[in-house]
T-cell receptor, first 114, second 116 residues
């Protein structure tokens, strides 16, 4: 079974600074997807960034980028120029190739300090 | 992006009653939807996969008679918590594939159930 581990229950960062959230996962598959989702106080999950395992290039979405290390099964999220609106719970998720049954990590609560 | 809506967003009921939660894909058709349960300050746990026109597939440990799922149309899936008890109190979230990139899901706003 796949597992996703987020070892940082809480993180904080000064506004405009950069923060990195960690995620490791375990799978025996070679093709899969990895995601970072954001859950703000409104509770609706929002996709932040997505990575296909077969792609070596790290995904980027504006201020959000990932460091995908397939051999190490590591998938960290870097948020640059942190903004107050980035404050939320961030969940790392694993998705097997061919279906959308996601396995979520336990989440990291990110606080932005003004 | 695609929009998924849940209703109600918050429901309080007495122990022993049944509660229905709706999940709708507003601007796309979803042959498959997923139901998750989230306890306070915890992660999302997949409960079941809802398939349009067929029976739902439940994850191990989830009581199918307790959590009834119906996916009668391509835009609507319902979760009915039958004979609810206080331990069923939780945040229930649905998701659906938005027809875009493979593996990308869109989530509803969630429904908070409180059983007294």
């Amino acid at each position: 079974a796949q597992t996703v581990t987020q070892s940082q229950p809480e993180m904080s960062v000064q506004e405009a600074e950069t923060v990195t959230l960690s995620c490791t996962y375990d799978t025996s598959e070679s093709d899969y997807y990895l995601f970072w989702y954001k859950q703000p106080p409104s509770r609706q999950m929002i996709l932040v960034i997505r990575q296909e395992a077969y792609k070596q290039q790290n995904a980027t979405e504006n201020r959000f980028s990932v460091n995908f290390q397939k051999a190490a099964k590591s998938f960290s999220l870097k948020i640059s120029d942190s903004q107050l609106g980035d404050a939320a719970m961030y969940f790392c998720a694993y998705g097997p190739f061919g279906n959308e049954k996601l396995t979520f990590g336990t989440g990291t609560r990110l606080t932005i300090i003004p | 992006g695609a929009v998924v809506s849940q209703h109600p967003s918050w429901v309080i009921c007495k122990s022993g009653t049944s509660v229905k939660i709706e999940c709708r894909s507003l601007d796309f058709q979803a042959t498959t939807m997923f139901w998750y349960r989230q306890f306070p300050k915890q992660s999302l746990m997949l409960m079941a996969t809802s398939n349009e026109g067929s029976k739902a597939t439940y994850e191990q440990g989830v009581e199918k008679d307790k959590f009834l799922i119906n996916h009668a149309s391509l835009t609507l899936s319902t979760l009915t918590v039958t004979s609810a008890h206080p331990e069923d109190s939780s945040f229930y979230i649905c998701s659906a594939r938005g027809g875009g990139r493979t593996g990308e899901l869109f989530f509803g706003e969630g429904s908070r159930l409180t059983v007294l």
